[in-house]
């Protein structure tokens, strides 16, 4: 036998007992060629280009799922930023394209269409301005798309004014969808340094420099990486980073491996592997529990971060070896609702918004599905935004936000999604104002790191 | 069914003299399709290529377990490369390396057929691509 009795049996238990599954292979599709100055006409050619390409995906998808015996938890796709492809359009005509995405991606059976998106770390033009007004809307009228704005870079700094748009925006969004607990806002994610070959929703978008038509692989598993350091037993942390590393090494070697033939089977280029540790709703399947089993009480406790933090260089070591390419966001994400031991955390009161921004600082990718007061003003919203820009644009990374103010609940209160999105619990954030900053406006220039030539 | 070299290369040498120089990819597909066909031979849609899968199954140990599993295989005339297996108390593991090239039936059907073996046992059978163990394992 080729290959050891034990080796077999490990990759069983991997897929059969740890929660193991490629969390999503997204095909990324270029729009550029869509763009018309009829609204009509630029709809039809999404949609058919859409379903043409993308139009055997899942069942394809499904094929490899089988021939491996590995799941794929989802099948996106990600589309050219739609600002980009309908600058001249306005706020009813954008809203149109979104319900064209979205109408496209139930006839082609996958779980989100993501790319709703706009990219103005610098400025906004005019279209984009008006783009962002729409988002609200569109995701108020949609069920599976996707929408995110880029409002800073290394390079180019951060866009306050954009922050300030965004923060009321997500209010709007919180508002506009609030017989759904404010579902709309698990949607809509604010990005600074936002990557192009992200295959994680909501912040995936099929970026400029992108090829026609591509597949990028995320995998999930933190449930594989806990099961390995539950058996380590107490190791010191050297031996605890071999440990980390062999496991994620299998697990991306499988996503290399499902994102070859998904593209093959599709006929287009394959991009990259996120090595990101995603985690999911399902017990044992926790970046919480990993940390835990690292040996912090629990989340929140100081030293969490600095777990976090090998954890999370643990999985890019293993990772770049383990693939051709690695790419998107690449580190372990914190997730709150999406995560069995965060929420646990959070409900005890040991894991504070402030801890998590700590633990942003090391990871990707940001403050993500956090639910808040649905009274918290749009200023402190943007105030949280800012912070987060700030640790990205400072340290060269992407940070991102996703946050929740639930429409009409108060802390203490929680609000359940289902499925991958989990079930958020309504998070203290405070109350000191951060309007007096926000509201001066303007841009935040380029940092320091930015003049690398 | 398998085709065989000469028939390939028949093929080949006729759709290059049909077809001359406006010879394209999908041209010669479609020729190639065309002949197969008029043969008795219907390329089956995402047909997945053959080649090794192993073969995992597990549960109580019971007479019978491995001729009902080499016994289906059989049927779909499946070579077995290799037989690992290991008795633990009242529970056996079984790991095969089988090779289904040869075989009428794509992954998909046999996983199928071991999955009425499986509920009829009451054990565990998966099989998987031989592919995965490979890129997990083997650098």
């Not at chain 1, 103010?405 to 209160?413: C, F």
Request: glycine share 8%.
């Amino acid at each position: 036998m080729p290959y050891e009795f034990e080796e077999v049996l490990s990759t069983i238990k991997m897929t059969e007992i740890e929660h193991f599954d490629i969390r999503t292979v997204t095909m990324g599709i270029n729009l550029k060629d869509c763009s018309d100055r009829n609204v009509e006409v630029a709809c039809q050619k999404i949609y058919d280009k859409i379903t043409r390409l993308a139009g055997k995906h899942v069942e394809n998808a499904l094929k490899i799922e089988s021939q491996y015996g590995i799941a794929i938890a989802n099948k996106r796709v990600s589309v050219t930023p739609i600002s980009l492809i309908a600058d001249s359009f306005g706020e009813e005509e954008f809203i149109k394209i979104a319900e064209t995405l979205d109408k496209a991606a139930r006839q082609i059976g996958i779980d989100y269409i993501a790319g709703y998106s706009a990219l103005v770390q610098k400025g906004a033009t005019n279209g984009e301005l008006r783009f962002l007004n729409s988002i609200p809307y569109a995701l108020a009228s949609t069920a599976k798309v996707c929408s995110s704005v880029n409002i800073g870079s290394t390079k180019a700094g951060i866009n306050i004014d954009a922050i300030n748009i965004m923060s009321e925006k997500i209010k709007q969004t919180a508002e506009l969808t609030k017989d759904n607990g404010s579902i709309g806002c698990a949607k809509l994610v604010v990005f600074c340094n936002a990557v192009e070959d992200n295959p994680f929703v909501a912040g995936a978008f099929h970026g400029v420099s992108e090829p026609e038509v591509v597949i990028n692989v995320g995998i999930s598993g933190p449930g594989v990486v806990l099961d390995g350091i539950r058996s380590a037993g107490r190791v010191d942390f050297r031996e605890l980073a071999e440990v980390i590393k062999k496991t994620v090494f299998k697990i991306t070697r499988a996503g290399e491996l499902i994102g070859r033939k998904v593209a093959a089977s599709n006929n287009v280029e394959f991009g990259i592997v996120d090595i990101s540790l995603a985690p999911t709703p399902a017990e044992g399947d926790s970046i919480a529990d990993i940390l835990m089993a690292m040996g912090v009480e629990d989340v929140g406790a100081p030293g969490t971060t600095a777990a976090l933090a090998m954890l999370n260089d643990c999985v890019k070591k293993a990772g770049l070896m383990a693939s051709s390419c690695v790419g998107g966001m690449s580190g372990a994400f914190i997730p709150v609702s999406e995560d069995q031991g965060m929420i646990r955390a959070v409900e005890a009161g040991h894991l504070s918004l402030e801890k998590l921004e700590a633990m942003t600082a090391v990871c990707s990718v940001g403050l993500d599905m956090i639910a808040v007061p649905g009274d918290t003003p749009a200023t402190t919203i943007a105030g949280v935004i800012a912070d987060e820009a700030a640790i990205g644009v400072i340290n060269d990374k992407t940070t991102a936000v996703r946050i929740i103010p639930v429409y009409g609940k108060k802390v203490g209160e929680s609000v359940d999604y289902g499925g991958l999105l989990g079930k958020a619990p309504v998070m203290p954030i405070s109350t000191l104002s951060s309007a007096n900053l926000l509201l001066r406006g303007g841009r935040f220039p380029a940092p320091m790191r930015s003049l690398t030539n | 069914m398998t085709i065989s070299d000469d028939l390939l290369r028949d093929l080949a040498i006729r759709a290059a003299k049909e077809l001359g120089d406006s010879a394209t990819a999908e041209t010669i597909k479609q020729y190639v399709n065309k002949e197969l066909m008029a043969r008795g031979v219907m390329p089956k849609e995402g047909e997945q290529a053959g080649g090794r899968a192993i073969l995992t199954s597990f549960g109580l140990n019971k007479p019978g377990v491995v001729s009902s599993i080499t016994g289906a295989l059989s049927t779909s005339e499946i070579d077995i490369l290799d037989i690992s297996q290991k008795i633990m108390q009242d529970f056996f593991t079984m790991i095969m390396m089988i090779d289904i090239t040869n075989s009428s039936k794509t992954l998909k059907e046999v996983q199928d057929d071991l999955h009425i073996v499986a509920e009829k046992l009451n054990i565990k059978i998966y099989l998987q691509h031989e592919d995965v163990f490979r890129f997990m394992h083997r650098i």
